[in-house]
């Protein structure tokens, strides 16, 4: 039997019981998403992974080879471009007195994307912080503080290049 595409991108990919889909959400294959909640209309591309209690708003367009973990919170409208990776954990160990860490072992730190914001491909974004409402980051850059509502930033560690004016989106 031949299948479709969205068939067979359907087979390839792990959507766990307890994640709560909203309405019209489109996911591509090879999606692994667990105890997460993703928002009306909202896209997943190839090859992203999304954590339990990440929750991910409607109309976010999330691409490719992405991984959102535990600890994140994304509001509405927001691209998250490709690559684009989160950290809750600022000081990671394998193990704790030579056993290997369970979740006991380690404190998270959220993270809040504001929305309207756009993360550009290849961005890391530190734990702790808020990227502001209609901000954009450049690709490839590290977030390590808060970034205002609109602004523009870019670099390692991730620096003000301009705010957008109120009116753009
Ligand atoms: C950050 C960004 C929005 C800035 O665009 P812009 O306002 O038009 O900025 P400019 O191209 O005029 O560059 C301004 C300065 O910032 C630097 N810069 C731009 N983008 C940068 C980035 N991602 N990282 C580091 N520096 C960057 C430029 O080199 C330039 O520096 P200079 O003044 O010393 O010459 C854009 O470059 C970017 O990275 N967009 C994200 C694109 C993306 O990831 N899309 C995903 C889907 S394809």
Redesign the pocket.
């Known amino acids: 039997m031949e299948l479709s595409g969205p068939e067979r991108d359907q087979l390839l990919r792990r959507v766990a019981p307890d994640v709560r889909l909203g309405r019209g959400v489109r996911m591509y294959a090879f999606v692994n998403l667990y105890g997460c909640t993703i928002g009306d209309d909202t896209t997943i591309g190839t090859f992203v992974e999304i954590q339990k209690g990440a929750v991910i708003g409607a109309r976010c367009k999330i691409q490719s080879h992405t991984f959102i973990c535990e600890g994140v919170t994304i509001e509405d409208e927001v691209f998250v471009?490709h690559n684009v990776n989160f950290i809750n954990d600022t000081y990671p160990r394998a193990t704790t007195d030579g056993a290997l860490q369970t979740e006991a072992d380690w404190q998270l730190v959220p993270t809040l994307v504001r929305r309207g914001a756009s993360l550009?491909?290849g961005s890391t974004i530190l734990g702790g912080v808020t990227i502001g409402e209609g901000a954009?980051v450049?690709?490839?850059?590290v977030v390590t503080r808060d970034v205002p509502a609109r602004a523009?930033v870019?670099?390692n560690p991730a620096r003000l290049?301009?705010t957008l004016p109120d009116s753009a989106r």
């Open positions: 471009g550009g491909t954009i450049g690709a490839g850059s523009v870019a670099g290049l301009r």
